[in-house]
């Protein structure tokens, strides 16, 4: 599975930005597409996932609200759209994807993630 993250770029704090991740390669019904975000000198921490089929989303608890993942099937293409950006939402962002065995309440971990992409550069202005 190969991942491609475009997208990023600077935007003013209230603004927003939409991610997309372009997929290629075989993946199973069940994986889960996922962004996760690193800033500097942080861990990577997961952001959102969703089903490759049935469509069920998982969220950081902390960005609930503001950001929202959807994919589109057809075009094999997973988007996150981010709204309200803060200047702590600044990092670079990377899709990702399991191997299609992840069950619900393991979509949050970074570990069970095996594919990723190059990641997109984030930067939001105070």
């Known amino acids: 599975v190969q991942l491609q993250a475009s997208g990023g770029g600077l935007v003013q704090a209230g603004g927003s930005l939409r991610l997309s991740c372009a997929t290629s390669?075989?993946?199973?019904?069940?994986?889960?597409m996922g962004w996760f975000r690193q800033a500097p000198g942080k861990e990577r921490e997961f952001v959102a996932s969703i089903r490759r089929s049935g469509g069920s989303t998982y969220y950081a608890d902390s960005l609930k609200g503001r950001f929202t993942i959807s994919r589109d099937n057809t075009k094999n293409t997973v988007d996150l759209l981010m709204n309200s950006l803060k200047p702590e939402d600044t990092a670079v962002y990377y899709c990702a994807a399991d191997s299609g065995t992840t069950i619900s309440s393991e979509a949050k971990n970074r570990a069970r993630y095996v594919y990723w992409g190059q990641g997109t550069q984030v930067t939001v202005s105070s």
């Open positions: 390669g075989r993946t199973l019904s069940r994986t889960l």
